[in-house]
């Protein structure tokens, strides 16, 4: 399969999930997750119209920002502090902010840089005991400490990671969760430092779920360029 025709295939994928829910496929933004792949494989993407790509590392972003035919940045891993000012510049949204220290960094970084960072607040609707993700009764007190104290911060929606399930339809509640969470903060309005826009939910095995239950964002990686060989981490 080449990466066109899997895009043409998830491209149906999320119309026929937004058909069976009564939505407009215009509004499920497609990012193709590049993760150990490497730029040719992106540029041939951006060919097949894919505007928006997505990292999870940010040595990755590094090292194959300049060979990348102009595009939208994501960054959807876990973020270290110590590496925000590396890709301040690079990314237009990042998907997962879990702590107020990251996103102070994050502020002050954006604010040296002249520029409002926008971001999502990484919410764990499956209390796993994952290390990341926001618990979802922290939510609410975490967007607003992060209005309060980070200018050149905008919260612009959430992000949830659903466990991996052999049977998609299990991921269901989690994305449930999610989107109660978005409506709530959607529904008060915008403002300066709070502007709810997306819910980037949704992953190869279980995007047309989360499209279901609301995602306008989803992140597609393996079913866009394939399986990953993750001996390339190791480079
Ligand atoms: C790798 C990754 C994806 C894409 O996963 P696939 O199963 O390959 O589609 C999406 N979101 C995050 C946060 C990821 O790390």
Same mark, same amino acid.
């Given at each position: 399969?080449?990466?066109?025709?899997?895009?043409?295939?998830?491209?149906?994928?999320?119309?026929?999930?937004?058909?069976?829910?009564?939505?407009?496929?215009?509004?499920?933004?497609?990012?193709?997750?590049?993760?150990?792949?490497?730029?040719?494989?992106?540029?041939?993407?951006? /060919?097949?119209? &894919?505007?928006? !790509? %997505? $990292?999870?590392?940010?040595?990755?972003?590094? @090292?194959?920002?300049?060979?990348?035919? =102009?595009?939208?940045?994501?960054?959807?891993?876990?973020?270290?502090?110590?590496?925000?000012?590396?890709?301040?510049?690079?990314?237009?949204?990042?998907?997962?902010?879990?702590?107020?220290?990251?996103?102070?960094?994050?502020?002050?970084?954006?604010?040296?840089?002249?520029?409002?960072?926008?971001?999502?607040?990484?919410?764990?609707?499956?209390?796993?005991?994952?290390?990341?993700?926001?618990?979802?009764?922290?939510? /609410?007190?975490? &967007?607003?400490? !992060? %209005? $309060?104290?980070?200018?050149?911060?905008?919260? @612009?929606?959430?992000?949830?990671?659903? =466990?991996?399930?052999?049977?998609?339809?299990?991921?269901?509640?989690?994305?449930?969760?999610?989107?109660?969470?978005?409506?709530?903060?959607?529904?008060?309005?915008?403002?300066?430092?709070?502007?709810?826009?997306?819910?980037?939910?949704?992953?190869?095995?279980?995007?047309?779920?989360?499209?279901?239950?609301?995602?306008?964002?989803?992140?597609?990686?393996?079913?866009?360029?394939?399986?990953?060989?993750?001996?390339?981490?190791?480079?």
């Amino acid at each position: 399969m080449s990466i066109e025709s899997n895009i043409e295939e998830v491209r149906a994928r999320i119309r026929a999930a937004c058909e069976r829910c009564g939505r407009d496929p215009e509004d499920v933004t497609l990012i193709a997750v590049t993760k150990l792949h490497e730029a040719e494989e992106m540029n041939e993407a951006i /060919d097949c119209g &894919i505007t928006d !790509i %997505a $990292e999870n590392k940010v040595q990755e972003v590094l @090292r194959k920002y300049d060979d990348v035919k =102009p595009a939208t940045w994501h960054l959807i891993g876990h973020l270290q502090t110590n590496k925000v000012r590396q890709i301040i510049t690079k990314v237009a949204l990042i998907h997962s902010v879990d702590s107020l220290h990251l996103a102070r960094e994050i502020d002050k970084r954006a604010a040296q840089n002249d520029l409002v960072m926008d971001i999502l607040i990484q919410v764990n609707t499956a209390h796993e005991d994952s290390k990341f993700g926001v618990d979802p009764q922290e939510v /609410d007190g975490l &967007i607003e400490e !992060i %209005a $309060e104290t980070c200018p050149h911060v905008r919260v @612009r929606g959430l992000m949830c990671i659903a =466990p991996f399930e052999a049977e998609p339809e299990e991921t269901r509640p989690f994305f449930r969760a999610a989107k109660e969470i978005f409506d709530r903060w959607q529904a008060k309005g915008p403002s300066d430092r709070i502007d709810f826009r997306w819910l980037s939910m949704g992953m190869t095995n279980d995007f047309e779920v989360a499209i279901e239950e609301g995602s306008n964002m989803v992140r597609v990686g393996t079913a866009i360029f394939g399986s990953r060989d993750y001996r390339r981490e190791e480079l």
